[in-house]
């Protein structure tokens, strides 16, 4: 289902929400995003290819086999030459965060789970969805605080 694509990222989250989805799926490529309800199963999954790594194997074909269910049960897909403005509201402890990626004509908002000590894995979907973003997007990737691009020499949360 992936045709020749790279996949950049993925990010299978009860951290992340379309609509009034209970937990999403985002997959970031080199030329899109698709997104989708997460899987029946309920596995959480992260991954991040940062660029100029050598991909372990059997990460990348346990990767392509978790894209290949994104794309099968796709609820929208956007690509990247379309995208004009991605801006990302990091979450706080009070509020959760956003993604919000638009195109000419359309808008996608993508909520995020308030940041807690309860819930140490929001700290790896936020730090995957902003690398990934990083990769796919620099150039359209915005801070919703400062209204600059957000930058990969700014440290992510850890």
Not at 40 to 61: M, N, Q, T, W
Not at 89 to 94: A, D, M, R, S, T
Not at 117 to 125: A, H
Request: proline share 5%; charged share 30%; aromatic share 8%.
């Amino acid at each position: 289902m992936l045709r020749r694509e790279q996949v950049i990222g993925i990010v299978s989250s009860w951290d992340i929400r379309w609509r009034e989805s209970e937990g999403y799926s985002l997959l970031v490529t080199e030329s899109r995003i698709v997104g989708a309800c997460l899987p029946h199963d309920g596995d959480e999954y992260r991954v991040f290819f940062p660029l100029g790594i050598e991909r372990d194997p059997s990460a990348a074909k346990d990767a392509e086999g978790k894209a290949d269910k994104i794309v099968a049960t796709k609820d929208f897909e956007l690509q990247r030459d379309k995208i004009v403005k991605v801006i990302y509201e990091e979450p706080g402890v009070l509020s959760g965060g956003r993604l919000l990626i638009g195109t000419v004509g359309r808008k996608v908002e993508i909520s995020i789970t308030v940041t807690s000590g309860w819930n140490p894995d929001i700290l790896l979907t936020t730090k995957t969805l902003v690398s990934s973003f990083l990769v796919f997007a620099p150039g359209v990737f915005y801070d919703e605080k400062t209204g600059g691009r957000v930058r990969d020499d700014v440290p992510l949360p850890s």
